[in-house]
């Protein structure tokens, strides 16, 4: 009967050791799949930040939109401001900040500003003054819209 017990708490203590072994790869398994979803949206929000050394590369972004849409565009200012940011993972991020022109006509300008805001990076538009310039009389339509902007971008 002893020796029966004896096997009967060895099956116990395997069945405790599989139990304890298996609930480890599950909880390893599970930590790996968090481990990719954290990293897959590390990703998507590095992407909606500008690169630092690509700056230029979104400055010829706007500058291709622009002449896309037929807008003559003006950069007037880039600044790059170091901890400009805090985000709410307590880190200091560095905006960019930039202030352009653009001008050309109704349908031009607003092709622009629909083009621009699909531009998949985080920006926030600070400000913006869309007016008319030029005549609009019968005879001679030189009617030109300038949209004067200031954006923020933010920055790894």
Known sequence: NMHIWEAARAVQIKRASLVTENASVTFLRDTEKQVEDIKRVAAAFDSYLID????????KTCEMIAK????????????????????????????LNMSLQVSGTWDQVNLF????????HRIGVNFM????????????TTVSWIADMSITGITN
Not at 113 to 120: A, D, H, N, R, S
């Open 113 to 120: 500003l629909q083009k621009f805001e699909k531009i998949p």
């Open 52 to 59: 630092k050394e690509k700056i230029v590369d979104f400055i």
């Open 68 to 95: 896309n849409a037929g807008v003559q565009i003006t950069i007037e200012s880039v600044d790059l401001k170091e901890g400009g940011f805090s985000g709410s993972d307590g880190l200091l991020y560095r905006s």
């Open 129 to 140: 003054r869309l007016y008319q310039i030029g005549s609009n009389d019968d005879e001679n």
